[in-house]
């Protein structure tokens, strides 16, 4: 069965303190690992897909990377606006996705 | 990158009604999926949705609670029949997005059973 883990589940920052969020997945077949941000009572917005081990994109203060085994999303001097939950899914076999529990990050200024 | 309204963004309904999501696309596409997020849990697939022919449910939902309708490729509606409070939950539609390679959400439907 297909699962997707993330963690930690809550972090907290200071802004400019850069850190890294971890997905670990266990997958028959990888069809993509997707990053998503989610602000609070609005659906999540894309960030990235990954496909290989080995690959690495980035957008602004966030860098994904991926390995056999899992992702991470690093964020590197974060701001305040950069508080929200962040997901994790890995594509399933009916074309969907499949979710982690999601990262909350807090950015205190 | 696509675009999707989806419709309501909230509701608060009685115990034993029924609400109608809707999700309109700005363009065709042949999957849409329905998911729910319960309070402080991830997403969840109900079920996905193609173009003429029955939705597929994943297990643990099933027709007759959460019928879907897919009348043309830019539109799909998911009912919540005879409501409880435990389908207190955000209801969003998903698609597939090809020009990023990820998939577009809508901004989602918080419903509130009492």
């Known amino acids: 069965e297909d699962q997707v883990t993330q963690s930690p589940e ?9 850190s890294s969020l ?11 690992l997707f990053w998503y941000r989610q602000d609070p009572g609005k659906g999540p917005e894309f960030l990235f897909t990954l496909y290989s081990a080995g690959e690495e994109k ?7 990377t991926l390995t056999k ?10 701001k ?6 962040y997901l994790c899914a890995v594509g399933g076999s009916q074309g969907n996705l499949i979710f982690g529990k999601g990262t909350k990050l807090s950015v205190k200024p | 990158s696509a675009v999707i309204s ?16 809707q999700c309109q696309v700005d363009s065709q596409v042949t999957m849409m999926f329905w998911y729910r997020q319960q309070p ?9 949705a193609n173009q003429g022919s029955e939705a597929t449910y994943e297990s643990g939902f099933v027709i007759d609670k959460f019928p879907i309708s897919r009348p043309n490729l830019t539109f799909s ?15 969003l539609c998903s698609v597939e997005d090809p020009t990023n390679y990820g998939y577009t959400f809508g901004s989602g439907t918080r419903l509130t059973v009492v």
């Open chain 1, 10 to 18: 809550a972090l907290r920052l200071q802004e400019g303190e850069s």
């Open chain 1, 22 to 32: 971890n997905c670990s997945y266990t997958v028959s077949g990888l069809r993509g």
């Open chain 1, 58 to 64: 980035e957008k602004e203060r966030l860098k994904a």
């Open chain 1, 69 to 78: 085994k899992e992702s991470f999303l690093h964020i590197t001097a974060p």
């Open chain 1, 80 to 85: 305040p606006e950069d508080s929200a939950t």
């Open chain 2, 6 to 21: 989806q419709k309501p963004s909230r509701d608060i309904c009685q115990r034993g009604t029924s609400l109608t999501i």
């Open chain 2, 40 to 48: 402080g849990q991830s997403l969840t697939l109900i079920a996905t």
């Open chain 2, 77 to 91: 509606t998911l009912t919540v029949s005879n409501m409880s409070p435990e389908d207190s939950s955000i209801y």
